[in-house]
């Protein structure tokens, strides 16, 4: 299991996960919302490593992102950061890939919906074009992610 420390206070709701799988267009693994209510934000207590990359914190999502001190770290906010760069082609409808974890090296740990059961990768930015993102199939799935650390 992965222990975090310095969870957001805010919880998140099933209502802010139905939100924001309308506006993403996509449906988020169980798994993933249990942990998101669980871990929303969080900092992993002991370094938390997916290949070479190093886990540094959980993605968050808040209800007002302008109005808490965590906005930047919603993944909304990352999402619109990098915009292009998360939709493998102009015409994809919605978000192709999902972040929910900052890495080293300007990389980020996100859902992939390639396919129904959306895989966990790396994305990373050096590389990455628009509509081309540029990124490491790492799991089948959040919940395999999650076995991991168990």
Same mark, same amino acid.
């Given at each position: 299991?992965? /222990? ?22 996509? !449906?988020?693994? /169980? +798994?993933?919302? +249990? ?38 770290? $919603?993944?909304?906010?990352?999402? !619109? ?9 102009? $015409? ?6 999902? &972040?929910?974890?900052?890495?080293? /090296? $300007? ?10 059961? &959306? ?13 081309? &993102? ?17």
């Amino acid at each position: 299991m992965i /222990h975090c420390k310095s969870v957001i206070e805010e919880k998140v709701t099933d209502e802010l996960i139905a939100a924001r799988e309308k506006r993403w267009k996509k !449906t988020l693994p /169980h +798994a993933f919302q +249990a942990f998101l209510k669980e871990n929303n934000g969080g900092i992993p207590a002991e370094k938390t490593e997916v290949g070479q990359w190093v886990i540094e914190r959980f993605l968050c999502m808040v209800s007002n992102l302008s109005e808490s001190a965590e906005g930047y770290w $919603d993944i909304d906010a990352v999402l !619109t950061k990098y915009d292009e760069f998360m939709v493998f082609d102009e $015409d994809s409808v919605g978000y192709d890939l999902i &972040p929910f974890a900052q890495l080293n /090296h $300007d990389s980020l740990l996100c859902l992939c919906y390639e396919t129904e059961e &959306p895989s966990v990768v790396v994305w990373q930015l050096e590389g990455s074009q628009e509509f081309r &993102p540029k990124y490491t199939k790492c799991y089948d799935s959040f919940s395999a992610f999650l076995a991991t650390y168990y």
